[in-house]
């Protein structure tokens, strides 16, 4: 079955740092660029980053760029995403998304597959 | 940078009703659209690339069309699965999404 599947909800501290996984399934990991994708309470869909999951080289949205940091794991078929010194602006659900296209070296920037969601909540 | 707008923000429309929602971008971004529907509590699902190109198992009630700065995204004759909040997307360039058109029952 073609998934992706996201870790648990976390709860945070204002200044902590939260990590979240997500594991693809399905079909071969490399052949997809796997983006981020995060949704504040009620709120729209804010694009975070994307990651070559075959080379490991990344580019993330300049507002929060110095805070996220999205890394593979190619024997495990897992992206991880950590996003540092948290504010409560960052509580949000955390979605991870493939890109549509099945290219090891160019993205179509669109999203054809998503993961549940993972929420994250920055609490004192 | 490009600015999504979406129009009307929220729509009560009756189960069989045609539907159009309208995505506008502040520069054209050529025919680099897509359409997402979400419903509450679920991650959002592709509908339409390309601006007019159903995405793998979408119900053909479901079009797309327009390119440059001016989109439609039409549900010919909704049913009930259908009420959702729907997000226009752009991918000339930095990904950035709509603010999305709710659809409410009437």
């Known amino acids: 079955q073609v998934q992706l599947v996201q870790s648990g909800a976390e709860v945070k501290k204002p200044g902590a740092s939260v990590k979240v996984s997500c594991k693809a399934s399905g079909y071969t990991f490399i052949d997809h660029y796997i983006h981020w994708v995060r949704q504040a309470p009620g709120q729209g869909l804010e694009w975070m980053g994307i990651i070559n999951t075959g080379g490991g080289s990344t580019n993330y949205a300049q507002k929060i760029q110095g805070r996220v940091t999205l890394r593979r794991d190619t024997s495990t078929s897992t992206v991880y995403m950590e996003l540092s010194s948290l504010r409560s602006e960052d509580t949000a659900v955390y979605y991870c998304?493939?890109?549509?296209?099945?290219?090891?070296?160019?993205?179509?920037?669109?999203?054809?597959?998503w993961g549940r969601g993972t929420l994250v909540t920055v609490s004192s | 940078d490009i600015v999504l707008t979406q129009s009307p923000a929220t729509l009560s429309v009756s189960p069989g009703e045609r539907v159009t929602l309208s995505c506008r971008a502040s520069q054209s971004v050529g025919s680099n659209l897509a359409w997402y529907q979400q419903k509450p509590g679920q991650a959002p699902r592709l509908l339409i690339s390309?601006?007019?190109t159903r995405a793998t198992d979408i119900a053909a009630r479901f079009s797309g069309s327009g390119s440059g700065t001016d989109f439609t995204l039409t549900i010919s004759s909704l049913q009930s699965e259908d009420f959702a909040v729907y997000y226009c997307q752009h991918y000339n360039g930095w990904p950035l999404f709509g603010p999305g058109t709710k659809v409410n029952i009437k």
């Open positions: 998304a493939r890109d549509a296209t099945r290219d090891a070296y160019n993205a179509d920037w669109y999203f054809d597959l």
């Open positions: 390309g601006a007019s």
